[in-house]
């Protein structure tokens, strides 16, 4: 793929997506096309294209991080544009392998001119008129549909309390505070599809507004479905003793902004018990890690779930009782022991722009002293090296990090006696002194 083609594909993929039914697409490929040779830094791009793995890096953007590029260049908040774009730099320089100091300038001046080319055509200076259809029948609808969601709400509030009654009191107090500052319960998503299915069977409307209105219906339903999972999957986990009403709002907000566009049921799961959490115990969830997860893709949790499988539980033999949790992975001098996991120093390094782990090739990571660490029933003694020193490798956990292995199912906790195995005796090879004791 040429680099021309690419920006134009990229753009033409963000509009598709924006802008949903509205495009004609062939006058859009065209006017993206027209406009991108125009631009002075596109004969720039031209050179770098030959200086970098470009077929790698665009099929790595279209594929990794398309929602990205979407608020680079749709997103009215400089700050939210600003963090897209430092995402998408980080992770193009990271997949490029880019080294030198020169070779990332290269790899950040591709994607940062793709962008503002895009973000440039989109903004302002191609009018709207040559590429979108319809514009003032979806105005119409968008102006319409909220007025009939309200009217339907307001005469479905008994549904809403027939769901409250089975919930104990934080549940409900939880899901009436979400409601109340995000209007996000059953009875919305319900309204929602009732006046769709009202306004496509009605024969007072043409073939084309009924497909903008249900263009537009169907992202809105989307996002309450998403929201409404993850609010069912916690609820029943809510305590009797917590306080709900003590969760800040903006928390509420921030949280669901992110999971209205999550709809893989992997991370929804894990959602549900941040919101449990957050509920049961305010204060606790940053809202870093739910960043993290709102962009963390499948592959990317699992990779986290794998290397979860190398943690220890320190273990204090007095008090009979767990006070750590440490990630004992020595990738950066063993890779290839990590291969049947599928755990590879590059996709680490992708946890750590997620800011879930750290990372250190040299000289790694350590404890200090004596310790005992636990795995199910399993124990094993470890006195340090000669340096008082007892090697965990080239990974740790952030506190965003711990906190997301608090939230894994125990499958990933388990004991695995193969990993168990090579982890007590690759510590005696790093001159620790590392005994089984039960």
């Not at 991108?36 to 279209?62: C, H, M, R, T, V």
């Not at 903004?123 to 909220?146: I, K, S, W």
């Not at 204060?283 to 592959?299: G, K, M």
Request: glycine share 4%; net charge negative; proline share 2%.
């Amino acid at each position: 793929m040429e680099i021309l083609d690419f920006i134009v594909e990229l753009g033409l993929d963000a509009g598709l997506k924006y802008f949903k039914n509205r495009l004609n697409t062939n006058k859009l490929k065209d006017s993206l096309r027209q406009y991108i040779k125009n631009q002075e830094a596109y004969n720039e791009l031209s050179s770098l294209e030959e200086e970098i793995d470009f077929q790698g890096l665009a099929a790595f953007i279209e594929t990794t991080f398309m929602e990205k590029v979407d608020e680079c260049i749709f997103s009215v908040s400089i700050e939210q544009r600003s963090e897209a774009r430092r995402t998408l730099i980080d992770a193009a320089v990271a997949y490029s392998k880019a080294e030198t100091e020169e070779a990332k300038q290269r790899v950040t001046k591709c994607v940062t001119d793709i962008l503002a080319i895009l973000h440039s055509f989109y903004a302002n200076d191609v009018p709207q008129e040559n590429y979108l259809l319809a514009a003032e029948v979806v105005d119409a609808v968008d102006e319409n549909t909220e007025r009939h969601i309200a009217g339907l709400i307001a005469n479905q509030n008994n549904n809403h309390q027939q769901v409250m009654e089975v919930l104990n009191e934080n549940a409900r107090m939880m899901q009436s505070i979400i409601r109340r500052i995000l209007g996000i319960d059953q009875t919305t998503l319900d309204a929602y599809k009732k006046v769709r299915d009202d306004y496509v069977s009605s024969p007072e409307h043409s073939l084309e507004e009924k497909i903008c209105f249900a263009e537009n219906c169907k992202r809105k339903i989307v996002e309450q479905e998403n929201c409404l999972a993850v609010i069912n999957l916690a609820r029943d986990g809510v305590n009797e003793d917590s306080s709900p009403s003590q969760v800040d709002e903006d928390w509420f907000t921030f949280f669901f902004d992110k999971v209205r566009k999550t709809s893989n049921e992997s991370i929804q799961l894990v959602m549900s018990k941040i919101l449990k959490e957050e509920v049961n115990n305010p204060d606790t969830v940053t809202r870093s890690l739910v960043q993290a997860l709102s962009v963390i893709s499948r592959r990317q949790l699992k990779l986290f779930c794998n290397i979860s499988k190398y943690c220890l539980d320190e273990y204090d033999i007095e008090q009979k009782q767990t006070v750590g949790i440490h990630l004992f992975l020595f990738i950066a001098e063993a890779p290839t022991a990590y291969s049947d996991q599928k755990i590879t120093w590059e996709g680490v390094k992708e946890l750590e722009r997620l800011g879930l782990v750290i990372c250190d090739s040299t000289t790694g990571f350590a404890l200090k002293g004596h310790r005992v660490f636990k795995k199910k029933s399993m124990v094993v003694d470890v006195v340090p090296d000669k340096n008082g020193r007892v090697p965990t490798g080239n990974v740790i956990f952030t506190p965003d990090g711990k906190k997301l292995y608090e939230f894994l199912d125990d499958v990933y906790k388990g004991y695995f006696r193969g990993i168990f195995n090579f982890t007590v005796n690759h510590l005696n090879e790093k001159g620790c002194r590392a005994l089984i004791t039960r």
